[in-house]
């Protein structure tokens, strides 16, 4: 079946240190992917995706690259601020060959990120 | 409103009571989802409709019971509820199709405490 493993947490940084959380996954066919960040008290947000292999997805500073042969989709951030404090979540849609998914997401179990002033 | 909207955004309720949530999404998407988020636990996919009819049930005690009207209306109706059900519930929608890269977009939850 699908499967995501994200690195386990919580993660502590220095506001503008260079951020990684690793992300490897398990899917046959052709999986779309997926971060999504969970700030306190909130649902959660679309942080980014890419839907084929070698597709960057980047957005507010975060980039994510779709890596087929190895299977991962780490999540960089050059420098990271107080207010990225959150869980970040990476997960998966598996579609089959025909472009059709199974409209299921599989998540990561997420990581804590902690940044301080 | 826009996105996905979800109230009560909390609710304390007693073993005997019968409760429903409620989610509600403005995105013109054609298919729902029920989460259940807990501390310590991956999210756990509990529910999926497609076009209103069901389409997944991942092994849900029969007292939690999801109702979906119209494609823009969700509802988890609760009754006889356990401590250990205490969570946050999320509500999420997503168009699904051929080219659709299927993300789904989240409510912000009903903080559920069963007492």
């Known amino acids: 079946g699908n499967s995501v493993t994200q690195m386990e947490g919580p993660v502590t940084l220095s506001e503008e240190a260079f951020l990684t959380i690793n992300c490897t996954y398990t899917a046959t066919g052709y999986p779309s992917l997926f971060w999504y960040v969970q700030y306190p008290g909130e649902g959660l947000q679309l942080l980014l995706k890419?839907?084929?292999?070698?597709d960057k997805g980047s957005n507010k500073g975060f980039e994510a690259t779709y890596r087929k042969e190895t299977t991962s989709f780490h999540l960089e951030k050059g420098s990271v601020q107080v207010s990225d404090s959150a869980v970040y979540f990476c997960a998966l849609v598996r579609r089959n060959a025909g472009g059709t998914s199974y409209g299921k997401l599989t998540f990561g179990q997420g990581t804590i990120l902690t940044v301080h002033p | 409103e826009t996105g996905v909207t979800q109230t009560p955004r909390h609710l304390v309720m007693g073993m005997t009571n019968k409760k429903s949530l409620k989610c509600e999404q403005h995105l013109g998407h054609n298919a729902m989802y029920w989460y259940k988020q807990s501390a310590k636990k991956p999210l756990e996919l509990m529910f999926v409709?497609?076009?209103?009819?069901?389409?997944e049930n991942n092994s849900v005690p029969s007292r939690f019971s999801p109702e979906c009207p119209n494609s823009s209306h969700l509802f988890l109706h609760l009754h006889t509820l356990q401590p250990e059900d205490s969570a946050l519930y999320l509500c999420a929608s997503s168009q699904d199709g051929l080219d659709s890269s299927y993300e789904q977009y989240f409510g912000p939850g009903t903080r559920l405490t069963v007492t």
């Open positions: 890419a839907t084929k292999a070698d």
């Open positions: 409709y497609n076009f209103k009819e069901q389409t």
